[in-house]
């Protein structure tokens, strides 16, 4: 079960006020008719008014309160489960996410930009899996396969250097750690996007490439940065206090090296691309995927989850009609039965 308007969930409140402005108001007339006489006699001016009637009006209105905010709520509950076709490939996602990422020579920052760039991919994607890896100096698995692109987007934003704990960018641990994303005996075609600045501290991400072409998948990468360069600024609560500086204390500047990012793509028959430009990107990403072959995946099992309201607002509405009806006074078939014994 889900709820789709859990804001309403706070007129909930509204019950224990109903309940104590209701007592509040019986302590009120009690001590009004002391001040007037005994109680005894009152009872006697007025036989026909019920103790229970008042009382059995307030549950009424209490649960007629809880139904109304109920259906404004809207419960969901899966009732059907349906068999979901799907035809479309496998896209892994594998985010640069060193600190050379930091830098703000691309607004507002390379890693910032990168997450747009990967968002705005997923946004105009139909059918694909699609999953996500990050890597700095070594790799480190975010999102495995899935078709959940709300998730996959949530997982995205949460992205930061703070992931990877190992220093410098490794590329190579990148690509191996995607091709493991896809399965071997599917014939889903197989598609790595990596995103970077083009930084690389290892000597195997070209060896790496040439594997990953031997096992079906073809590599586009994006170039995040500019070759003028940025420092890698340090912040702290969103303030730069300094930069990055090297082992003899010279700022260091992180540049664009679009290189080595056109030999990995081109190992594995795929292409580079700047990703300054967002639309063209988008376009260059859109007219590849048409080029793409796609497969039937496996059938999947999905809830489809029916709104619940008109139940509760029908609840609701019934008791509040019932009310009208509910007057204070005894009711006459019930006093004739003289459950009490009581003497005329």
Do not use: C
């Not at 008042?54 to 209105?61: A, D, E, H, S, T």
């Not at 690509?175 to 493991?180: F, G, P, R, V």
């Not at 090297?246 to 691309?273: C, F, M, Q, R």
């Amino acid at each position: 079960m889900e709820l789709d308007e859990r804001n309403y969930l706070y007129l909930l409140i509204l019950l224990p006020l109903l309940v104590a402005l209701f007592l509040f108001n019986m302590y009120w007339k009690r001590k009004k008719q002391k001040e007037f006489g005994s109680l005894e006699a009152i009872n006697q001016l007025s036989p026909d008014r019920s103790v229970f009637k008042p009382i059995l009006k307030l549950i009424v209105m209490v649960l007629a309160l809880l139904g109304l905010i109920l259906g404004l709520v809207n419960p969901k509950i899966g009732t059907k489960m349906e068999t979901v076709k799907r035809e479309g490939i496998d896209i892994v996602f594998a985010m640069d996410v060193s600190k050379s990422m930091l830098a703000e020579d691309i607004a507002p920052s390379r890693l910032e930009k990168s997450k747009q760039l990967v968002s705005q991919i997923i946004s105009q994607l139909g059918n694909d899996r699609i999953g996500i890896v990050a890597y700095a100096g070594s790799a480190f698995p975010v999102l495995p396969i899935t078709t959940d692109y709300s998730v996959a987007k949530m997982f995205l934003q949460s992205m930061s250097p703070d992931m990877v704990s190992s220093k410098g960018t490794s590329l190579d641990d990148a690509i191996k750690l995607s091709a493991t994303y896809f399965d071997d005996k599917s014939k889903t075609s197989k598609l790595l996007i990596l995103i970077s600045d083009g930084e690389d501290h290892s000597d195997g991400a070209l060896a790496a490439a040439e594997e990953a072409n031997k096992q079906g998948m073809r590599i586009i990468t994006i170039g995040v940065g500019t070759e003028k360069g940025a420092p890698i600024p340090l912040k702290r609560n969103g303030v730069i206090e300094s930069y990055q500086r090297d082992k003899n204390g010279e700022v260091v500047v992180t540049k664009l090296n679009p290189v080595s990012l056109e030999t990995i793509a081109k190992a594995t028959k795929g292409g580079y691309i700047n990703g300054t430009n967002t639309k063209e990107v988008l376009e260059y990403i859109k007219n590849t995927l048409d080029k793409i072959q796609k497969t039937e995946f496996e059938a999947t099992q999905m809830a489809d989850f029916q709104s619940q309201f008109q139940w509760f607002l029908g609840f609701a509405f019934v008791l509040l009609f019932a009310d009208i009806f509910l007057l204070e006074r005894k009711t006459s078939w019930v006093k004739k039965l003289n459950l009490f014994n009581e003497t005329p």
